[in-house]
């Protein structure tokens, strides 16, 4: 399990570092807490960091439950071709937010893939028993 | 466990089922990204998401700590009551969401019941050793 | 790693008592739903809500992979940490945004320590195998 581990961790510090664009973000544009709104350009880094958060949520479970009723390695294979959507996702959207499609598809798909796959897998382990 | 797992994935399931019905509000609605407001049903479905997402964050380490320290089976009823609750709230909100209310409570109290029940087996089993 | 689920319980009780806050901001600055802006004190409470959730989704892996490839008792100290700093957080962001920064700090370094820690943790267990 120490490879879905890495990639666990790997997916939370490029959460992190979102958030950390968004922070820089709100400098830059004088944008002042408690809003989140009133510059177009931190506000796409807000939804990066907002989108990549409600797919984190889906995506690690989706690691968990695959790696522990299929199969670790392709579990964290799945979790590095999202990692690898989530840059162009972030970076695509940040430039041009009508662009983020190719990105996000291959995000939601990996994320699908583990979900239904940890399902399956479960359904059948249940059956076994 | 095998029961929790597919009520962990059915929550996450749900959850990638709102965020589905936000895009489609996107499109219907004309609310470009990165905006994340502007038409009040986007926005209702926006909102549906959110706080799905808020619990999620919640339900998912109760299901596992009950599951932990009392009793998967009932981990996984709880659980299965959270979606019905959900969905209940999630239809509720977006034709009318001043009566959100039922749906709300019928997902906090097994999330609350939950994390309660986690924490009260996690003290006795710490005390037991 | 009854220590790292008691301190998981808590860090979700206190994420759920500042959803409580926001519920209780609606009501008294008559902030309706779907709206999430219009009032500058709902605001803070609502922003104190979601900056907690996106660190919950960062604090609850690292506590699970710095337990597991480092020492429970640590992470669930450094998770005891995470929570009195997510307290003075929550009072200062709601008193004055602008001065958020400590309670931001005590917050982002327990969770920057477990995930790093949890990681190189992983990868020496690889190595070692």
């Given amino acids: 399990m120490a490879y879905v581990d890495i990639v666990t961790a790997l997916a939370v510090l490029?959460?992190?570092f979102f958030g950390l664009k968004v922070g820089q973000a709100r400098g830059r544009y004088?944008?002042?807490?408690?809003?989140v709104?009133?510059?177009e350009i931190f506000e796409r880094h807000f939804r990066v960091q907002a989108n990549t958060l409600e797919q984190?949520?889906?995506l690690l479970?989706?690691?968990y439950l695959f790696s522990r009723h299929?199969?670790?390695r392709w579990a964290a294979a799945l979790g590095v071709v999202n990692r690898v959507g989530r840059q162009l996702y972030a970076t695509s959207y940040v430039k041009e937010p009508a662009k983020r499609g190719a990105g996000f598809?291959?995000?939601?798909?990996p994320v699908l893939a583990l979900i239904v796959?940890?399902?399956v897998g479960a359904l059948r382990d249940l059956l076994a028993h």
């Fill in 61 to 63: 479970p989706g690691l």
């Fill in 14 to 16: 490029q959460f992190i």
């Fill in 37 to 39: 709104a009133g510059n």
């Fill in 117 to 119: 796959g940890g399902v």
């Fill in 105 to 109: 598809g291959l995000t939601f798909l």
């Fill in 56 to 58: 984190l949520v889906a």
């Fill in 30 to 35: 004088g944008v002042k807490a408690p809003a």
């Fill in 70 to 72: 299929f199969d670790p």
